[in-house]
């Protein structure tokens, strides 16, 4: 699982626990999801409850790490030992 698969199921896991949805619902958790990242508004205060403060920053991390330029995420993935040069390739 990639990093960014791993934020939105942890953003899919806290709607489910915030909104009270079944979390075996995968479409109904996608379509949630997808509504909440780009319905987001990154100038918003963060709220007061804890739980909607963590949705928010899970959902800032997501769409900052998904609108990364393709060279970003390369040096990232570089710097994690995920890119090798074609030569290492057997």
Known sequence: MTELET?????????????????QDRALLDRRVEAAVEGFDPGAPEPADPA??????LIRDYRDLRDLPGDCNNV????????FAPEDDA
């Open 76 to 83: 990232r993935l570089a710097e994690k030992g995920e890119v």
């Open 52 to 57: 909607r403060a963590d949705l928010q920053r």
């Open 7 to 23: 934020k939105r199921a942890a953003i899919a896991d806290l709607l489910a626990r915030i909104e009270g949805l079944d979390p």
